[in-house]
C-alpha cells in the first residue's frame, strides 16, 4: 500500500503547490489533453506487447499493492523443504513421488499456501525432485539446468516492466504531441478576444504538464517498483534453488534448508536458531 501513498504524495505536493501559487486548479482539469496522451499511450502499447505480456503488466501492477514475501514465508518455505526431505530420508525417494506429482494435494505441501500461490515455484520444485529421483542426473549438471530454468522465468517476468517503462518514456513527447495540438486549436482562433485566446494555450500547456509528469510521477516509478519487486520475489526462488541442490548433494535436511537460508538478504533472512525451532515444530505436528 505504500505505492498507493506514494502517489498521493505525488499528485497532492504538484497540484497543492500549483494552489498555493495562486492557480486556479480547474484550469489543470483538461480531460481531452489526458485522452490524448492515454489514448496514444495505451494506443503504442498494444503496438509492443503481446497480449500475454499485457495481462502480465496488469498482473505485476496489482502485485505492487501486496507486501511481497515476508521473512515468515522464507521460513515457511525451508520449513516446507525440511519436511520433504525428511520424507526422503525415512521412506526412501520412492516414498516423495506422491507429493511430487500431484503436489496440490499433498497434506505436507497444502500446509504451505503461500507456496502453493507461486505456481512457478511449485513446477520448479516438481520437476526438480522428479529428476532427482530418476538419479540420473549429477549435482553441477543439475545446477546448471536450474540457473537456466531460472535465468529464463527472470527475463519474462522483467519484460512487462521494461515494456512499462517504454510506455512511460514516451509521455513527455506524447505531451508534446497534445500541446503541438492545442496550439493548432489556439491558432485557428486567433483573431479571437486575449481570454479565449490564454485558455487555449493555457490547456495546450497542460497537455506538455501531464506528459512530463505522468512519467517521472506515476508511470516510471511504477515500472521501476516493478523491476524491484521482481529482484525480491526472485530470492524465493534462489532460496528454493539452493535447497534443493544441497538435497541432490547428500546433506541431511537441517544443512539442506542452511544453505537456502544464507542466499536471503538480511531483511528476510531467519536467524539460525530461529528457523532451526521451525524446523523443529514440524515434527510435533
Known amino acids: 500500500m505504500l505505492i498507493i501513498v506514494g502517489f498521493i504524495v505525488v499528485f497532492g505536493s504538484v497540484v497543492g503547490g500549483f494552489v498555493l501559487e495562486g492557480g486556479a486548479i480547474m484550469a489543470l482539469w483538461q ?28 498482473s505485476q501492477i496489482l502485485g505492487t499493492l501486496s507486501s511481497g514475501y515476508s521473512k515468515k514465508d522464507f521460513t515457511n518455505l525451508m ?10 530420508r525415512r521412506e526412501g525417494l520412492v516414498g516423495l513421488e506422491s507429493h511430487i506429482e500431484n503436489p496440490t494435494e499433498s497434506e505436507v505441501i497444502k500446509a504451505y499456501p503461500v507456496f502453493l500461490k507461486n505456481h512457478h515455484a511449485v513446477d520448479f ?9 530418476t538419479g540420473s542426473v549429477q549435482p553441477h549438471e543439475l545446477e546448471a539446468l536450474l540457473d537456466s ?12 516492466p521494461h515494456i512499462l517503462n517504454t510506455v512511460s518514456d514516451s509521455f513527455p513527447g506524447l505531451g508534446i504531441v ?34 512530463i509528469l505522468l512519467c517521472y510521477g506515476f508511470v516510471g516509478p511504477l515500472a521501476r517498483n516493478m523491476l524491484d519487486r521482481n529482484e525480491a520475489d ?23 534448508v542452511e544453505y537456502g537460508r544464507r542466499c536471503l538478504s538480511n531483511d528476510v533472512r531467519p536467524s539460525f536458531t530461529g528457523l532451526e525451532e521451525a524446523c523443529k515444530d514440524t515434527r510435533k505436528t
Open 125 to 133: 520444485m516438481a520437476d526438480t525432485m522428479r529428476l532427482i529421483i
Open 149 to 160: 530454468d531460472l535465468e529464463i522465468h527472470h527475463e519474462e517476468i522483467n519484460h512487462a
Open 31 to 58: 480531460p481531452i489533453e489526458l485522452l490524448i496522451i492515454g489514448g496514444a499511450g495505451l494506443g503504442s502499447l498494444l503496438v509492443m506487447a503481446p497480449m500475454h505480456t499485457i495481462k502480465s503488466i496488469i
Open 79 to 88: 520449513c516446507m523443504l525440511y519436511e520433504i526431505f525428511n520424507i526422503a
Open 234 to 256: 526472485g530470492l524465493y526462488m534462489v532460496c528454493l534453488k539452493q535447497c534443493l541442490l544441497a538435497f541432490c548433494k547428500g546433506f541431511p535436511p537441517s544443512i539442506a
Open 178 to 211: 497534445a500541446a503541438v495540438l492545442g496550439i493548432v486549436i489556439t491558432m485557428s482562433v486567433i483573431s479571437g478576444p486575449p481570454e479565449i485566446i490564454g485558455h487555449k494555450v493555457g490547456a495546450a500547456l497542460v497537455g506538455t504538464f501531464l506528459g
